[in-house]
């Protein structure tokens, strides 16, 4: 089992930037890969960028690519995602997530096995 924790998220204005953390503990070498989700209300949760556990492949919805940079710290078992030029349709719970049963890397929520609590971002206009 791994858990993840993430942190990082509020309250900013359209054009600004956050940087949000997502922390892992527990049975970490079974991870192949972290992704970062949003979910907006009343809609569904999509995926946002997602990086291999040893950080050389990264992908990114073409919503946030040129805006959003996800990177990893494996000395600390953590996860970033940094989001820049921020939009207010980029308001959201985000989500990270693993993936320990698939290797490669992957936009499909279903791939994703262990889920963070969320953290909220909201970006005003």
């Known amino acids: 089992q791994v858990q993840l924790v993430e942190s990082g998220g509020g309250l900013v204005q359209a054009g600004g930037s956050l940087r949000l953390s997502c922390e892992a503990s527990?049975?970490?070498?079974?991870?192949?890969?972290m992704g970062w989700f949003r979910q907006a209300p009343g809609k569904d949760r999509e995926f946002v960028a997602a990086?291999?556990?040893?950080?050389?492949?990264?992908r990114y919805a073409d919503s946030v690519k040129g805006r959003f940079i996800i990177s990893r710290d494996s000395a600390k078992n953590t996860v970033y995602l940094q989001m820049n030029s921020l939009k207010p349709e980029d308001t959201a719970v985000y989500y990270c997530?693993?993936?320990?049963?698939?290797?490669?890397?992957?936009?499909?929520?279903?791939?994703?096995?262990?889920w963070g609590q969320g953290t909220q971002v909201n970006v005003s206009s």
């Open positions: 990086i291999t556990w040893s950080g050389g492949t990264t």
């Open positions: 997530a693993d993936r320990r049963r698939v290797r490669v890397i992957s936009t499909s929520r279903g791939d994703y096995d262990d």
């Open positions: 527990g049975r970490t070498f079974s991870i192949f890969g």
